[in-house]
C-alpha cells in the first residue's frame, strides 16, 4: 500500500536524513518507486548527498505555491541505477532562503499543511510512486509537525542519550498520540556492547519498549565505517551485505507493514 | 410523552441514539459559548483564528479528528468527513459547526448542501 512516511526525532545529529536515505534506496532497490522530500529547512542536505546542481526548483518554491511539485522533483533513477524509480525534492540550502523560511507566519504555515496534504494525491496517487518519504527537522516546529500529520507513518530516531529518550517520551504523548500515527522507534548509534549478544540485544529491546511505550523496530550499532565515509555514498547501495544495510532491510519490511 | 412512546417502541435504541447525539452536541456547544463568553466578556461575534497545527494540538480530541480530516479533504460535506473519520453524519456536523462557531473552519452553502472549508482554494 502506498505511504507517506516522515522521519522525525526530538534532537538533531540523530541520523535521520542518512536512516532517510538509505530507507529510500532500500525500497528503490526491490523495485518500489520511492519520492524522498528534504522538508529540514533549517539545515538542507539533500543536495550533497545526491550531488546534484539539477534543481531549477525547491520544496520552498511548491510551499510557497509558486510551482507544482513535479517541477522540484529531480529523477536520479539512472543515477542509482536500482530496480524502481527514484525522485528527490531538495529544499533550497541558501542562506537567504533559510531565514526567509524561519520566518513564515501562522497562516503560511496552514498554507503549506495543505500543500504536504495534497501531495498524497499528487505524488503517490497521480505519479503512481510506492513512497513517499520527508526527512525533517528535529523537535518541534512547524515544518515537522506539518509533515508528521501529512504522513501515515512516523519513524522516530533517538539515540540512548537520556535528554533524547525524555523529548521523544514526551512527543510521543504530546503529538504522535494526539495525531494517532502510527510510529515506530529505530534506536541508533547504540553501543556496540549492548548488542553484543542475542540476550543483551532482547534485554535491550524490552527495556526501550516499556520506556517509549512503542515498538522499537530496530536498534542500530554505532558503525565507524559509516562515519568513515563521511556520506560520500549510500551504504544501501554500496555495501549490500553490510549490518547497517541487512537493518535498514528489516526496517522497510517492517514499515511495509504498518 | 404519548408521541416519544409510539417512536420508542417502533426504534428505541435509534431514537435514544439521536438523542444522546444530540445532548452531547448541546453539551459541546454550551461548552464553547462558556469559553468564549470568559475570555471575551463584552462579547464578540466571532474569533477568526488560523487552523494550523498548533491550534490543531490544542483542540479537543474529537474536534482536531474531525478539523485534520477537513485539511486532508479541503472542501467537504458533513457527510464526507463522517466517511473518513467513521462516525455519526449528525456528530460530524456538529463538529463541523463547534469548529465554525470558534472560527476556524468556514461554511458556505451550495444549494441544499453545505460546504465546510480551512480556506478556499486559489
Known amino acids: 500500500m502506498r505511504k507517506i512516511i516522515a522521519l522525525h526525532s526530538y534532537k538533531g545529529g540523530t541520523g535521520k536524513t542518512l536512516l532517510s536515505i538509505n530507507l529510500a534506496a532500500t525500497y528503490v532497490k526491490t523495485g518500489k518507486d520511492v519520492c524522498l522530500l528534504d522538508l529540514d529547512f533549517r539545515a538542507p542536505s539533500l543536495q550533497a548527498a545526491f550531488k546534484t546542481n539539477d534543481a531549477e526548483y525547491w520544496i520552498n518554491d511548491y510551499l510557497n505555491g509558486t510551482c507544482d511539485i513535479r517541477k522540484v522533483l529531480i529523477d536520479v533513477t539512472q543515477q542509482r541505477g536500482g530496480k524502481g524509480r527514484f525522485f528527490v525534492g531538495l529544499a533550497n540550502p541558501t542562506t537567504e532562503a533559510i531565514r526567509e523560511m524561519t520566518a513564515k507566519d501562522r497562516k503560511w504555515e496552514m498554507r503549506a499543511l495543505g500543500r504536504l496534504l495534497s501531495l498524497k494525491s499528487s505524488v503517490l496517487n497521480d505519479m503512481h510512486m510506492d513512497y513517499l518519504i520527508f526527512d525533517t527537522s528535529p523537535g518541534l516546529q512547524y515544518s515537522s509537525i506539518n509533515a508528521i500529520v501529512a504522513a501515515d507513518a512516523v519513524l522516530v530516531v533517538t539515540s540512548v542519550d537520556t535528554s533524547d529518550v525524555r523529548g521523544t517520551q514526551r512527543m510521543v504523548h504530546e503529538l504522535y498520540d494526539l495525531f494517532d500515527k502510527k510510529t515506530g522507534i529505530l534506536m541508533n548509534k547504540v553501543p556496540a556492547e549492548a548488542l553484543a549478544s542475542p540476550t543483551k540485544k532482547e534485554a535491550f529491546r524490552r527495556q526501550f519498549n516499556n520506556l517509549h511505550s512503542l515498538p522499537i523496530l530496530e536498534a542500530i550499532p554505532c558503525f565507524c565505517d559509516i562515519l568513515r565515509s563521511g556520506g560520500t555514498y549510500i551504504f544501501a547501495e554500496e555495501k549490500p551485505e553490510h549490518p547497517f544495510t541487512k537493518a535498514l532491510e528489516r526496517i522497510a519490511a517492517q514499515v511495509e507493514q504498518f | 410523552m404519548t408521541m ?27 461548552d ?91
Do not use: W
Open chain 2, 4 to 30: 416519544y412512546k409510539k417512536l420508542q417502541e417502533k426504534q428505541p435504541t435509534h431514537v435514544l441514539e439521536r438523542i444522546r447525539e444530540s445532548l452531547e452536541r448541546l453539551n459541546e456547544k454550551m
Open chain 2, 32 to 122: 464553547v459559548m462558556i469559553e468564549i463568553q470568559k475570555q471575551n466578556p463584552r462579547g464578540v461575534e466571532s474569533i477568526p483564528d488560523v487552523l494550523d497545527v498548533m491550534t490543531l494540538l490544542s483542540l479537543p480530541d474529537h474536534l482536531r479528528k474531525t478539523a485534520v480530516t477537513l485539511c486532508r479533504l479541503g472542501h467537504a460535506t458533513a457527510d464526507q468527513v463522517a466517511e473518513q473519520t467513521k462516525r455519526a453524519r449528525a456528530v460530524e456536523s456538529g463538529y463541523l459547526n463547534q469548529l465554525v462557531f470558534m472560527g476556524y473552519v468556514k461554511k458556505e452553502r451550495q444549494g441544499r448542501r453545505a460546504y465546510f472549508y480551512v480556506e478556499k482554494e486559489g
